[in-house]
């Protein structure tokens, strides 16, 4: 049967804002308190997924969460009417109202890991959303999120859904950001690759120092057992702690594969040589790594153009694809790379551009953006259609972020109660568009 590799990209919500949340990530810390564009940011993640769609690959939209998360302020002893709890928190704690307004989940790599049926046990589509505990803006995203992917793969003799792992450090989940899968056609049993920053229950390993290792082996070793899969089938591998400590706080700033191709860092993984034998002597002799030498991209150039956070895709045409932020083209070093490699045929037939100019800003570039799930010809018919993007549904939200954004938002507009009743009315009218039904906890309180 024939199989696919989509990508589900997620909408940027009505509170895309920089507030600086995010401790190891540079561009977030960069640009804390800068104003932000909303409509701006969500028109240009919408405007990739079009183009992606447009070139033959199947391309869903995972919606935004609900914020500001009225719900978790109260938890922590604000109370009153929603607008005195945002005033209150506003007033008493602004960086905790921040965290709450987040548009965070925008970066759906870090929503789930996702397991093919070609690949688990019981041959379903095995989903686990991401704990996220190291940054409690994004920690308390996890229920809404699988609401959100349950709505959206329905079918439970298709899918499988797990409960994210234990929201404790010794279990740090940061999802697929960690996570990629090597095959050689999409339907084929893979090879999942597994990426973790640190060993919670053995301090005998190396760690970094500076910044945090968000994802921890044991997680690793969680969501396998969970998804089904053959030990045989599995590599486990470790970032490189220095380069963690450079900003590279996701593996997939410094490297991306697809089905039999690996595109990244020298310095990306500890012990790299050992990571790339036990991936060809499971892939197989067709494996390819095309590594990038520290001469040619520097790990600041890495971090700053986000060179490895791009998009590897498969084309139907059989073409493999890179999809760049603009910032790589304007690296002077990462573009002479990238103008070299295509020169050389290296494995990498084209690259394609995007402006994602406000998503970068905060931190996240084209693979942060995207959920990647592959489906079978039955999987795919079975997912919720009304998430699927086309000419229709691309004009339909665009229209609605139209009417429903605004043109810019500071950090000082978080304590705006008016923001709230924007971003619910917002969110309804999608779940509405995409069939969700009930997700948010405003549509079920």
């Known amino acids: 049967m024939k199989a696919y590799e989509a990508n589900f ?10 507030s600086g949340l995010s ?11 800068a104003p932000s564009k909303p409509k701006q940011a969500a028109k240009q993640g919408l405007a990739k997924m079009k183009a992606l769609a447009d070139m033959g690959l199947v391309q869903g939209v995972l919606a935004p969460q609900e914020r500001p998360d009225v719900f978790t302020l109260r938890r922590l002893g604000f109370s009153g009417s929603d607008s005195d709890v945002i005033a209150q928190a506003a007033k008493q704690a602004p960086k905790v109202l921040a965290a709450c307004c987040s548009a965070s989940s925008m970066w759906t790599a870090n929503a789930s890991t996702v397991s093919p049926s070609a690949d688990t046990a019981d041959g379903r589509v095995h989903f686990t959303p991401a704990n996220l505990t190291n940054k409690f803006h994004r920690s308390i995203e996890h229920e809404t999120t699988g609401r959100i992917l349950q709505a959206t793969f329905a079918d439970e003799r298709y899918f499988a859904h797990h409960a994210a792992l234990p929201s404790v450090e010794h279990y740090g989940d940061e999802g697929a950001a960690n996570h990629t899968r090597f ?4 339907g084929d049993k893979g ?6 920053g640190r060993h919670a229950f ?4 190396p760690a970094p120092t500076t910044f945090p290792a968000r994802h921890t082996y044991e997680a690793c070793e969680a969501i396998a057992r969970l998804h089904q899969l053959d030990g045989t089938h599995t590599v486990m591998a470790q970032q490189n702690p220095a380069v963690i400590d450079q900003g590279v706080f996701h593996n997939d700033v410094i490297a ?3 089905r039999n191709v690996l595109f990244c860092h020298q310095q990306a ?4 040589q050992a990571v790339y034998d036990e991936l060809t002597a499971k892939v197989g002799d067709t494996f390819k790594v095309i590594e990038v030498p520290t001469s040619a991209v520097s790990i600041d150039d890495a971090v700053n153009s986000y060179l490895f956070n791009s998009q590897l895709l498969g084309m139907p045409s059989g073409e493999t694809v890179l999809v760049l932020p603009d910032e790589c083209r304007q690296n002077k070093n990462v573009w002479a790379y990238v103008e070299s490699m295509l020169a050389q045929k290296q494995g990498i037939d084209r690259v394609e551009v995007f402006d994602l100019k406000q998503s970068m800003a905060n931190g996240g570039g084209p693979a942060c953006l995207r959920l990647r799930v592959v489906l079978n010809d039955n999987e795919l018919k079975a997912v919720n259609a009304s998430t699927l993007m086309n000419e229709e549904l691309f004009e339909r939200l665009n229209t609605w972020v139209d009417f429903h954004y605004r043109d810019e938002l500071q950090e000082s507009d978080l304590a705006d109660p008016q923001l709230l009743i924007e971003s619910r009315t917002a969110l309804d009218e999608l779940t509405q568009i995409l069939q969700l039904g009930s997700v948010y906890p405003f549509q079920r309180d």
Do not use: I, M, W
Not at 23 to 33: I, L, P
Not at 183 to 186: A, D, E
Not at 202 to 205: F, G, K, L, P, T
């Open 9 to 18: 990209d997620g909408l940027v919500g009505p509170t895309h804002n920089y």
């Open 269 to 272: 993984f500890l012990d790299q």
């Open 202 to 205: 053995d301090s005998r390993h």
């Open 191 to 196: 090879v999942e690759f597994f990426v973790y």
């Open 256 to 258: 991306v594969g697809n």
């Open 183 to 186: 095959c050689q056609q999409y």
């Open 23 to 33: 401790f190891g990530n540079v561009a977030s810390a960069k640009n804390q308190a």
